[in-house]
T-cell receptor
Framework: EDQVTQSPEALRLQEGESSSLNCSYT??????LFWYRQDPGKGPEFLFT???AGEEKEKERLKATLTKKESFLHITAPKPEDSATYLC???????????FGKGTLLTVNP | NAGVTQTPKFQVLKTGQSMTLQCAQD?????MYWYRQDPGMGLRLIYY???????DKGEVPNGYNVSRLNKREFSLRLESAAPSQTSVYFC??????????????FGPGTRLTVL
């Protein structure tokens, strides 16, 4: 059974204070690791897909990296508008099923 | 493009009542999905439709039925609502189920309360 564990559950940062969110996973044959951002009362918004260890992707202040056991979402010089819940999901051997973690609630204070 | 749309946005039901949640996508995607999201738990798949004319059970299908009405629309029906079905329901769609580039895009959600 695929499993995803995200840490920490919640993270408070000051504006400009860089940090990283962790997504640890166990999956039989990784076919994709996905990061989403979710604002309160909204649906998840797609950020990145990573497919193989060593892969990195960047978007504005966010950078996602992938190893064989975990993924990190690095946030550089965050702004208050980066405050949201960040979700990690994996697709394993199944054709369709995404297994989601419980998310990390990020709060960036001005 | 509107992407994935869901109706209604909010709904309150009494135990035993029935209702249908509607979902539509305008991205010409083949696959569509229904998830529920509960506090302290990750998103869990209820049902999915890999292509028009097919539906399959996900992780938590009990108490739900689905209909893939056409390529654009995928509905979720609660025949006899129970308090345990109080949740936020999300519909998602993707281009091709199971492909390496199969990113799922989500709608805004329906917040359902069953009293």
């Amino acid at each position: 059974e695929d499993q995803v564990t995200q840490s920490p559950e919640a993270l408070r940062l000051q504006e400009g204070e860089s940090s990283s969110l962790n997504c640890s996973y166990t999956v039989s044959g990784l076919r994709g690791l996905f990061w989403y951002r979710q604002d309160p009362g909204k649906g998840p918004e797609f950020l990145f897909t990573l497919y193989s260890a060593g892969e990195e992707k960047e978007k504005e202040r966010l950078k996602a990296t992938l190893t064989k056991k975990e993924s990190f979402l690095h946030i550089t010089a965050p702004k208050p508008e980066d405050s949201a819940t960040y979700l990690c999901a994996v697709r394993g051997g199944s054709n369709y099923k995404l297994t989601f973690g419980k998310g990390t609630l990020l709060t960036v204070n001005p | 493009n509107a992407g994935v749309t869901q109706t209604p946005k909010f709904q309150v039901l009494k135990t035993g009542q029935s209702m249908t949640l509607q979902c539509a996508q305008d991205m010409n995607h083949n696959s569509m999905y229904w998830y529920r999201q509960d506090p302290g738990m990750g998103l869990r798949l209820i049902y999915y439709s890999a292509s028009e004319g097919t539906t399959d059970k996900g992780e938590v299908p009990n108490g739900y039925n689905v209909s893939r009405l056409n390529k654009r629309e995928f509905s979720l029906r609660l025949e006899s609502a129970a308090p345990s079905q109080t949740s936020v329901y999300f519909c998602a769609s993707s281009a091709i189920s199971g492909s390496g580039t199969d990113t799922q895009y989500f709608g805004p959600g329906t917040r359902l309360t069953v009293l």
